[in-house]
C-alpha cells in the first residue's frame, strides 16, 4: 500500500483520519477479484457505518482521495458512495462532500448497563448498599491532587501485585489499630475488593486439593457463587444463637469455612467468644482455614466494636476486607491478610489475574488514610447510620406493632420478624412489590419450618431517614389493602 493511507491527503482532514482502523475494513474488498469489488466495498464502507466504526457525522474523504489511497478506480468509490446515499447510510451535497448520515444512529448498537437497578422501586429496603451520596468527593479529590503532584514516574509502571508498600504499610496500620488485626504489611494484598480476596483464596485451596468450602447459612450468596467460580463445591452450615454450630461443622468434614463472625450476614449476631474459641479450635484440629469476612466490622452503635478473629489466630484465619461499605464499592479496594505459608501462591496467582491494583488508586486511599480522611468517613458515616437505623426500628414499632428486631445494634441492615398476622410471607412479598417497596426475605435453608413471623432482612444505610419512614409506611399501607394480590401472584414479583 502507498504511504498515502497513513499520510491522508489535506481534503479529509475536516473528516476521520483515512489512516485510521475504520479504513482497514475496506482493504480486503478491494483485494477480491475485479468482478466483485464493486459490491465488496459497498459492503464493507456498509458495514463499517453499522458497526460504529464511522459514527454519524463523519466526513468521508473525497471519491478521488479514497480511491487513490486503495488503489482503485475512482468510478467504483463514486459508485459505493451513490448507493450507500441512496439507502440512507450517507449523504452528500453539491461541494460539501459526503458524510455518514444521521439516521443511522438507530441502526448502532444499543450500549447496556449491566449494573444492578431496580426500576419502579419507590423505596428499595435491600441491604448491601451504603449512602453513596456521603463519598467524601472533595477531600477524595484533594487527596487525587496532592497524589499526583508527587508521585514518581516510576509509580505508574507495572506496581508490585500486592499493592503498593505505601497502601499496605497504611492499611496495616488502620486494621491494627480498629480491628485488632495483626498486619504484616509483607502479607498483606491489595484486591478488587472482598470478591477478589475470596476468589484468589478459592483458587489456592483449590490447588492445595480442597474441593469443598463451608458456608454459613444463612449467609452471602456470593461467598458460594465466587467459590464456584474457583473449582470449589460449598456446603451450608447452621448457625445457632453463637455463631456457626460446630457439631455440624465437624459432621460436615470440610476444612475451610467462611465466617462473618464482628455482625453476621445476614442475621445481625456476633460470634460469642466461646464461639470463636471453639471455632479456632477446631480449625487447629483439622488443620484447617477460616476465612473471616470482616466486611462491616467498623460500624458498632452501642459499643466499641468487637475486634477481628484473626487477631486471636493469624495462623489459622485468612482475613478479608474492602472500602465498599465505609466508601464506595465502585472504588473496588480491598484487602487480604492470610496465613504465611499461603502468601506465595496468593500474590502468584493475584499477578497472573490482573498485574495488580491501579496505582494512583491506591496511592489516593493511602494518603487519606495516613492524613485522618478516612477515620473522619468513618465517623461520619457512623452517626448517619446510627440515626438511619433508629429511624427504622421506631417506624417498624410505631407501624407493625410486635415487630422484633433481632441482632446487634452494628452494620447496615437489621432483621425485622413482622408479628405472623401481617403475613403469610408471599402475600407480603407481593403487596410489597405492587407499592413499589423492595424487599428481601430472610431466607435460610435451615431455617425452622413452622415459625410464623416473617423475617425481612432491611437495609437502611443507603435510604435517608425521610425515605425510610415513607417506605414503612407505603408498606403498612399495602398490607392494610383487602384487595392485595394472592400468594401465586406474589411468588412472580418477590424482590431478593
Not at 476521520?16 to 459490491?39: F, H, I, N, Q
Not at 482503485?72 to 452528500?92: C, F, I, P
Given at each position: ?123 428499595d429496603f435491600r441491604p448491601g448498599t ?108 447452621p448457625l445457632d444463637d453463637e455463631g ?253
Amino acid at each position: 500500500m502507498t504511504s498515502s493511507r497513513t499520510n491522508p491527503p489535506s481534503d479529509r482532514a475536516a473528516g476521520t483520519d483515512v489512516g485510521s482502523p475504520a479504513w482497514e475494513l475496506l482493504l480486503p474488498a478491494v483485494e477480491e477479484p475485479a468482478r466483485r469489488r464493486g459490491r465488496a466495498l459497498q459492503s464493507a464502507l456498509r458495514e463499517a457505518v453499522r458497526s460504529g466504526r464511522l459514527v454519524p457525522g463523519t466526513r468521508l474523504p473525497s471519491s478521488r482521495a479514497l480511491a487513490a489511497d486503495l488503489r482503485v478506480s475512482r468510478g467504483l468509490v463514486t459508485e459505493a458512495y451513490e448507493q450507500l446515499t441512496a439507502e440512507g447510510y450517507l449523504r452528500s451535497g453539491r461541494g460539501a462532500g459526503t458524510w455518514v448520515g444521521e439516521a443511522v444512529r438507530a441502526a448502532a448498537p444499543e450500549v447496556r448497563d449491566l449494573a444492578e437497578r431496580a426500576p419502579g422501586v419507590r423505596v428499595d429496603f435491600r441491604p448491601g448498599t451504603p449512602d453513596l451520596s456521603l463519598f467524601p468527593r472533595a477531600a477524595w479529590a484533594a487527596a487525587h491532587r496532592s497524589v499526583l503532584g508527587r508521585l514518581p514516574h516510576d509509580a505508574l509502571g507495572y506496581p508490585d501485585p500486592r499493592g503498593l508498600p505505601v497502601l499496605r504499610e497504611a492499611l496495616a496500620a488502620l486494621l491494627a489499630r480498629r480491628r485488632g488485626v495483626v498486619a504484616d504489611p509483607e502479607r498483606l494484598v491489595v484486591c478488587s475488593g472482598v470478591a477478589q480476596a475470596t476468589t484468589l483464596l478459592g483458587f489456592v485451596l483449590h490447588g492445595r486439593g480442597l474441593r469443598t468450602v463451608g458456608v454459613e447459612d444463612p449467609g452471602s450468596h456470593e461467598h458460594s457463587a465466587l467459590f464456584t467460580s474457583a473449582g470449589l463445591a460449598t456446603t451450608d452450615l447452621p448457625l445457632d444463637d453463637e455463631g456457626l454450630a460446630i457439631e455440624p461443622l465437624v459432621r460436615s468434614g470440610v476444612r475451610a469455612v467462611v465466617t462473618t463472625p464482628a455482625h453476621q450476614f445476614p442475621t445481625g449476631i456476633a460470634y460469642s467468644a466461646a464461639r470463636r474459641s471453639r471455632l479456632l479450635d477446631w480449625a487447629r484440629t483439622v488443620d484447617g482455614l477460616i476465612v473471616e469476612d470482616d466486611y462491616d466490622g467498623d460500624f458498632r452503635y452501642d459499643r466499641a466494636p468487637v475486634g477481628a478473629l484473626q487477631g486471636l489466630d493469624p495462623r489459622r484465619v485468612a482475613y478479608t476486607g474492602s472500602v465498599s461499605k465505609s466508601l464506595a464499592p465502585g472504588l473496588r479496594l480491598g484487602w487480604l491478610l492470610a496465613p504465611a505459608d499461603m502468601t506465595d501462591e496468593i500474590v502468584a496467582r493475584k499477578r497472573t489475574m490482573d498485574l495488580g491494583n491501579p496505582s494512583v488508586d491506591q496511592a489516593v486511599l493511602a494518603d487519606f488514610i495516613t492524613r485522618g480522611g478516612y477515620d473522619r468517613q468513618l465517623r461520619r458515616c457512623q452517626r448517619a447510620y446510627r440515626e438511619r437505623r433508629d429511624t427504622l426500628t421506631s417506624m417498624l414499632a410505631e407501624c407493625f406493632p410486635g415487630t422484633a428486631v433481632s441482632g446487634i445494634a452494628a452494620g447496615l441492615h437489621i432483621i425485622a420478624g413482622l408479628p405472623g398476622r401481617y403475613g403469610p410471607e408471599p402475600v407480603l412479598l407481593a403487596r410489597a412489590a405492587r407499592a413499589g417497596v423492595a424487599l428481601r426475605p430472610l431466607a435460610a435453608k435451615t431455617a425452622a419450618s413452622g415459625d410464623r413471623a416473617v423475617n425481612l432482612v432491611l437495609g437502611y444505610a443507603h435510604l435517608a431517614p425521610s425515605e425510610i419512614e415513607r417506605g414503612v409506611r407505603l408498606l403498612a399501607e399495602a398490607l392494610r389493602d383487602p384487595a392485595g394480590p394472592d400468594p401465586g401472584e406474589g411468588r412472580g414479583r418477590v424482590f431478593t
